[in-house]
């Protein structure tokens, strides 16, 4: 599987952005996905993740209520709306996928990951 993710950029705080993660390949709906970032100087952190199908959602305390995560099968795609955004979401975006799991907070249990694009909020 190969993930490219797009769609980020620059917003004031306060606005909204929505990355789009596209995967190759015929097995996507079989996959876990998630959405992970990582800062300057920090490690990756876990945002947001999402079942095969959909019906399980899970979010990091600090975004939940903000982001939501969605995915579309026929389109091979997973997305994450960010609504209000705030300087602290500024990262790099990473989507990955996992095989064969439930939904996962752990960086360890993805196997695929995306290149990455870049969220900057400013103040």
């Known amino acids: 599987v190969q993930l490219q993710a797009f769609g980020g950029g620059l917003v004031q705080a306060g606005g909204s952005l929505r990355l789009s993660c596209a995967a190759s390949?015929?097995?996507?709906?079989?996959?876990?996905m998630g959405w992970f970032r990582q800062a300057p100087g920090k490690e990756r952190e876990f945002v947001a993740a999402?079942?095969?199908?959909?019906?399980?959602?899970d979010y990091a305390d600090s975004v939940k209520g903000r982001f939501t995560i969605s995915r579309d099968n026929a389109k091979n795609t997973v997305y994450l709306q960010m609504n209000s955004l705030k300087p602290e979401d500024t990262a790099v975006y990473y989507c990955?996928?996992?095989?064969?799991?439930?939904?996962?907070?752990?960086?360890?249990?993805?196997?695929?990951w995306g290149q990455g694009t870049q969220v900057t909020v400013s103040s």
């Open positions: 390949g015929r097995t996507f709906s079989s996959y876990v």
């Open positions: 990955a996928a996992g095989a064969s799991m439930g939904i996962s907070r752990r960086t360890s249990m993805y196997d695929y």
């Open positions: 999402i079942s095969w199908n959909g019906g399980s959602t």
